[in-house]
């Protein structure tokens, strides 16, 4: 019985991945309100997952990588190595300012990991 639980659980899980996974491969933060790249979260979840589905992990690393902070910009707090905060990538604009997002203090640590 427990076994029987354990796999739908489990298969459950794997569809909620599948409706997540953007078409890029990395993990959106979540649906309905959420269904862009959070570069803490998805980098998190990425991790998370790295034995179950390594490519989530390289994907997510390569989708940062692509936004990550070059120079320095007062303004975006911008900073080389920093890592994005929130993108939708292919839209430039967001209600607080520019897309992408790199304004947040937390994902300053991120560039560590």
Same mark, same amino acid.
């Not at 993990?27 to 570069?39: M, S, T, W």
């Not at 979260?41 to 990425?46: F, H, P, W």
């Not at 905060?85 to 790199?102: N, Q, T, V, Y």
């Given at each position: 019985? !427990?076994?029987?639980?354990?796999?739908?659980?489990? !298969?459950?899980?794997?569809?909620?991945?599948?409706?997540?996974?953007?078409?890029?491969? @990395?993990?959106? *933060?979540?649906?309905?309100?959420?269904?862009?790249? @959070?570069?803490?979260?998805?980098?998190?979840? *990425?991790?998370?997952?790295?034995?179950?589905?390594?490519?989530?992990? !390289?994907?997510?690393?390569?989708?940062?990588?692509?936004?990550?902070?070059?120079?320095?910009?007062?303004?975006?707090?911008?900073?080389?190595?920093?890592?994005?905060?929130?993108?939708?990538?292919?839209?430039?604009?967001?209600?607080?300012?520019? @897309?992408?997002?790199?304004?947040? *203090?937390?994902?300053?640590?991120?560039? @560590?990991?």
């Amino acid at each position: 019985m !427990k076994k029987l639980i354990k796999e739908k659980i489990k !298969k459950q899980v794997l569809r909620e991945i599948e409706i997540l996974k953007d078409k890029r491969g @990395f993990l959106k *933060a979540g649906l309905p309100n959420y269904g862009r790249l @959070f570069g803490r979260d998805s980098l998190i979840s *990425a991790w998370q997952f790295l034995d179950f589905d390594p490519r989530i992990c !390289k994907n997510t690393l390569k989708i940062l990588s692509l936004y990550q902070g070059k120079k320095e910009n007062r303004e975006r707090e911008e900073e080389p190595g920093k890592i994005l905060h929130e993108h939708e990538i292919g839209k430039r604009m967001h209600p607080k300012g520019f @897309f992408p997002s790199l304004i947040m *203090a937390q994902s300053i640590q991120l560039r @560590f990991i």
